[in-house]
C-alpha cells in the first residue's frame, strides 16, 4: 500500500465552509486569535496572496511556527544530513532489495521521468525512499512549475520569511534530524515494497497527485481529507499516524503552551490539519474554536 509523504498534500475568491486552508483558533485560553494554515510544500511563497486572509493574518500575530524552522531548514548542515541519510549501506543498494523483474519496471520509470538520461543504475545507492521521493517531486512538477527547493522559494519557509521580516518570532515543531527519523525511519525492505508499488501504479499514482494538487489550489480540505485519507492510493491509517498524527499529538505540546501567551500561525503540510487526530479536531476536543476564515 503506497503511503504518501509529506509533499503534502489556483484562486477561488469565496469559498464555502468545507473548502478552506486558513482557519483561526480562538476561545478556551487564547491570548488572542491565533490561525492555523496548510500547505502543500511544493507550492510557492506566491499562493499566500491567494488565501484570503492570510497576508493579514501573518501580520496580525506574535510569532509564525512552521513545521522546521527556516534557518535550519536551509543550512549547510541540514543539506549535508539529507544527503547523508538518503543513501543506503553498500550491501543494501536498491539493486540488491529488488527482484530482476521489479528492477526493469522500477527502472523504465525512472528514465520515463528522467526523459531518458538517467537510468536506476545511475541512482541505485539511493534508499527507496530517497528514490520515490525523487519520482513524486518530478511527477508534481508540471503542477509547481516555479518550485525551486523548499528552502529557496517554498510556501512555508515563505511564509516564515514574510514574518520575519515584520518582526515576529519565528519557530518550529521539529528538527531535521527528527524529519528524517520519520521519512526514512521504516525497513530498507518495506522502502522497496513501496517503491515497487508506487512505480507499478504510476498512472494511477499520477492520477492521484494530479488530484491532490487540483484540490489544494481549489482549496478544498475536505476533498484532499478524502484524498489523503483513501487506503489505497493515499496515507491510509498506519501511514496517518506516523506521517501526521503522532507529530499532531507532540506539536500540541507546544501549541497549548503557546496560545495562552502569544499568539501564533501555524504553518504545516496540509494533512495535519485533517482526521481524527488533525490539528483541527485536536484543538477542538481542548475547547478551542476552530473556524475557517475567508477574511480578517
Request: proline share 2%; glycine share 8%.
Amino acid at each position: 500500500m503506497k503511503k504518501r509523504l509529506a509533499l503534502l498534500i489556483l484562486v477561488i475568491a469565496v469559498l464555502p465552509v468545507h473548502a478552506q486552508l486558513l482557519w483561526r483558533i480562538s476561545g478556551g485560553n487564547c491570548y488572542k486569535s491565533s490561525y492555523l494554515f496548510g500547505t502543500i510544500h511544493l507550492e510557492t511563497g506566491e499562493f499566500i496572496d491567494s488565501v484570503a486572509g492570510l497576508s493579514d493574518a501573518i501580520s496580525s500575530v506574535d510569532a509564525i511556527y512552521g513545521e522546521v524552522v527556516r534557518d535550519e531548514l536551509a543550512s549547510k548542515n541540514a543539506i549535508s544530513k539529507v544527503l547523508k541519510e538518503s543513501f543506503a549501506p553498500a550491501d543494501s543498494t536498491i539493486d540488491k532489495l529488488l527482484t530482476r523483474e521489479e528492477y526493469v519496471m522500477v527502472d523504465s520509470v525512472v528514465r520515463h521521468y528522467m526523459m531518458g538520461l538517467i537510468g536506476l543504475d545511475k541512482l541505485s545507492r539511493l534508499k527507496p525512499i530517497a528514490l520515490a521521493l525523487q519520482l513524486e517531486v518530478l511527477q508534481m512538477a508540471q503542477y509547481f512549475p516555479d518550485f525551486q527547493s523548499a528552502a529557496s522559494n517554498g510556501i512555508d519557509i515563505a511564509v516564515q520569511n514574510r514574518g520575519a521580516e515584520l518582526g515576529k518570532y519565528v519557530g518550529g515543531f521539529e528538527t531535521i534530524d527528527v524529519q528524517m527519523s520519520i521519512i526514512y525511519g521504516s525497513s530498507l525492505k518495506d522502502q522497496a515494497r513501496e517503491l515497487v508499488e508506487m512505480c507499478a501504479g504510476d498512472k494511477e499514482f499520477g492520477e492521484y497527485n494530479r488530484r491532490l494538487c487540483e484540490l489544494y489550489h481549489n482549496q478544498d480540505l475536505s476533498g484532499l481529507e478524502s484524498l489523503v485519507l483513501d487506503e489505497k492510493m493515499g496515507m491510509g491509517a498506519d501511514g496517518m499516524e506516523r506521517l501526521s498524527y503522532a507529530r499532531n499529538r507532540k506539536w500540541m505540546e507546544r501549541i497549548e503552551r503557546t496560545l495562552p501567551v502569544q499568539s501564533m500561525l501555524i504553518v504545516v503540510g496540509a494533512a495535519h490539519l485533517v482526521g481524527k487526530d488533525g490539528l483541527i479536531e485536536l484543538l477542538r476536543s481542548r475547547g478551542y474554536v476552530v473556524e475557517p476564515v475567508t477574511a480578517l
